[in-house]
């Protein structure tokens, strides 16, 4: 059978499959590196189409009643029948991806709010949540599956949505998960460790994130570039488009920068400058920490590309919250306490930096680190603690199916002795220990998990939320 037939079919309604226990008599079955174990569970099942990788060829057993097609790039067809079962080819609304170790989700709130306050109706999706109009669901994955992520934009699209707002991570792009779709804006924040237990280096890493550039930007689409960043000057470098680059600076003389210059910091707003070729303009925003002039920085850089008057970004002076992130929990008591996701070594380093800029006696932080996941991140997380906090709790995060103690012995190596620390398996025992050494003068930084609302250990999810056991210890206390 021809591609462009089978194409054809699927359009007309043709059910496309990767997972072979949702086969139903006449399906399409996908074969990639990931379910080709499932080939004869497909079969079994009726599936009457195959798709099928060149390399995997001897994988298929004889099937004289089943229709197989060879394609060099099984990832590839993929998103091309998955754009074509779900009618999500004809692009008719605008799409922007966001990739980054730190500042995606907070990126995504700010251009969310900029593209609704300009008028247009905006979907988003991202690691807290996929949502559009007045439509929210839990995101199990920052980028879905293939299938999954054309099914729900072709949902956004039936619904009149003009823009999609994506954030993009590393697996999604090393999994070609985007695949069949084109981005019209991508953003780049920066790059600093994580994911090292599913790349195999920093260089692979960043290969994943340049594809959101190379393979899935439009020929005339846009890249908005953090140029502070090493890795993000590398991709201007590598890349043949459009760019917008951004940079906090105060004397860069580059015009075609959007720069920016902090005036002022307080603890709840920050005064700053920005400079766009021959244009200037200040704006007071209600967004602490340097990490969040790069992600307002980035906003603005997608809002310029779009044409965006200047005189719009007043916006980001207007107060909003972004759930997990350097998120204030107000409290009877007049505490000082921030929850924030930041889980990587940078963005605890970022978090810590900003905490302590706001002038407070003490800064105190609760942390942990995830099970199974690159344990070379956690003596780096527990040396960031201890330098820019006066105390550290070390507690569990998402042990997954390590033994917590194992992961605190971790962290431990890089805590510095000079600075007191105490360690409490339990992360609501925890926190309940922060807070009681906490005065009014001082600052707690509960870090790590941010907007989640479990904790996982051995294969179990069990509620939990960082917020929500702040405001029951509290609520105990009256």
């Known amino acids: 059978m021809d591609w462009e037939v089978l194409k054809q079919k699927v359009r007309q309604g043709l059910r496309v499959q990767v997972d072979s226990r949702k086969i139903e008599p006449g399906d399409l079955f996908v074969v990639l590196d990931e379910n080709k174990r499932f080939i004869e569970d497909a079969y079994k099942r009726g599936a009457r189409y195959f798709v099928v990788g060149q390399k995997h060829k001897d994988s298929i057993p004889k099937m004289e009643d089943r229709v197989v097609i060879y394609v060099d790039d099984p990832k590839k067809s993929l998103g091309e029948l998955a754009s074509a079962y779900f009618k999500t080819e004809k692009q008719d609304f605008i799409l922007i991806g966001i990739t980054g170790t730190n500042g995606k989700t907070t990126t995504s709130y700010f251009i969310e709010h900029l593209l609704k306050y300009v008028g247009l109706k905006v979907g988003v999706i991202g690691t807290i949540n996929y949502r559009w109009l007045n439509h929210i669901q839990d995101a199990p994955l920052t980028t879905p599956g293939c299938l999954e992520l054309h099914e729900i934009i072709s949902k956004m699209r039936s619904e009149g949505i003009d823009a999609i707002v994506m954030e993009v991570s590393s697996h999604g792009l090393s999994q070609d998960r985007v695949a069949g779709l084109r981005f019209d804006f991508a953003v780049f924040t920066n790059l600093t460790q994580d994911h090292l237990d599913y790349h195999k280096d920093m260089e692979d890493y960043f290969l994943a994130k340049t594809k959101l550039f190379q393979k899935y930007l439009r020929k005339k689409g846009t890249a908005i570039i953090n140029v502070d960043d090493a890795y993000g000057k590398r991709l201007v470098k590598n890349i043949n488009k459009k760019i917008i680059g951004y940079t906090i600076c105060s004397n860069n003389k580059?015009?075609?920068?959007?720069?920016?210059?902090?005036?002022?910091?307080?603890?709840?707003?920050?005064?700053?400058?920005?400079?766009?070729?021959?244009?200037?303009?200040?704006?007071?925003?209600?967004?602490?920490?340097?990490?969040?002039?790069?992600?307002?920085?980035?906003?603005?850089?997608?809002?310029?590309?779009?044409?965006?008057?200047?005189?719009?970004?007043?916006?980001?002076?207007?107060?909003?919250?972004?759930?997990?992130?350097?998120?204030?929990?107000?409290?009877?008591?007049?505490?000082?306490?921030?929850?924030?996701?930041?889980?990587?070594?940078?963005?605890?380093?970022?978090?810590?930096?900003t905490v302590r800029q706001m002038d407070f006696k003490r800064v105190i932080v609760v942390f942990g680190c995830g099970g199974n996941r690159d344990r070379t991140k956690r003596a780096k997380m527990g040396k960031a603690a201890s330098k820019y906090s006066d105390i550290?709790?070390?507690?569990?995060?998402?042990?997954?199916?390590?033994?917590?103690?194992d992961i605190i012995e971790d962290i431990l190596v890089g805590i510095n002795g000079s600075r007191p620390y105490f360690v409490e398996v339990d992360r609501k025992k925890a926190i309940q220990r922060a807070i009681e050494m906490l005065d009014k003068k001082d600052v707690l930084l509960i870090a790590g998990k941010g907007h989640e609302t479990y904790q996982e250990i051995k294969g179990v999810r069990y509620p939990f939320m960082d917020k929500e056991v702040v405001l029951e210890i509290l609520d105990s206390w009256n």
């Open 254 to 353: 580059d015009n075609n920068f959007l720069c920016a210059e902090i005036l002022r910091s307080f603890r709840t707003k920050q005064k700053v400058k920005f400079r766009y070729r021959n244009e200037s303009w200040e704006l007071q925003v209600p967004f602490i920490g340097k990490h969040n002039v790069y992600n307002i920085l980035a906003a603005q850089g997608l809002g310029l590309a779009m044409g965006v008057k200047t005189g719009v970004f007043k916006c980001f002076e207007q107060k909003f919250n972004v759930p997990g992130r350097m998120e204030k929990v107000e409290n009877k008591q007049g505490l000082n306490i921030y929850i924030d996701y930041a889980h990587t070594p940078d963005g605890l380093e970022r978090a810590l930096k």
């Open 392 to 405: 550290v709790v070390v507690t569990s995060d998402n042990p997954r199916f390590e033994e917590p103690v």
